[in-house]
């Protein structure tokens, strides 16, 4: 019996780390993940954090938004466009663009600020990396605001 209990045991704990208890159990969730800050360190844990919260929830129970304008606008300068702006430094870097890919590829939308577009004198089809003009929100900081009214949940990584 008590061998019997033991298997039990280690089937569960295998199921919980492999993640398939937990993708079910926490539900639809809509997120809004806020990115004004340059540090390249800092924007790759941000990466990861969202790529983590994925693998939990699962992405199909997940409407998950990344909201950039300011300093955050780094992550998708191309390091080479660097010099027609505003901006010192950019980003994406091919390890940042592959993680971007993949969480676009995974549903997950970015929105850029126009006012720093403006600002910080961006083209966004020629600076920035996979940018269209459908993701080009007016102002990063209402978009965080509507976002909200609308239900999604913040988190500043």
Known sequence: MRLLSLIATALMAITFYTGSALAGSYGKQKVVYHINYDDPKSQAGAMRNIQ???????????????????KGLTLLLEPTASGNTKFGTGNAT?????????????????????????????????????????????????????????????IKP
């Open 52 to 70: 983590n919260h994925i693998n939990a929830v699962g992405k199909e129970n997940l409407d998950l938004k990344v909201v950039l304008h300011g």
């Open 94 to 154: 091919e390890a940042i663009t592959a993680k971007i890919a993949g969480l676009k590829g995974q549903g997950v939308n970015f929105h850029v600020c126009a006012n720093t577009l403006r600002g910080k004198k961006i083209n966004y089809s020629q600076d920035l990396y996979d940018v269209s003009k459908a993701d080009i929100v007016p102002s990063g900081v209402a978009e965080l605001a509507k976002l909200q009214a609308m239900g999604y949940t913040y």
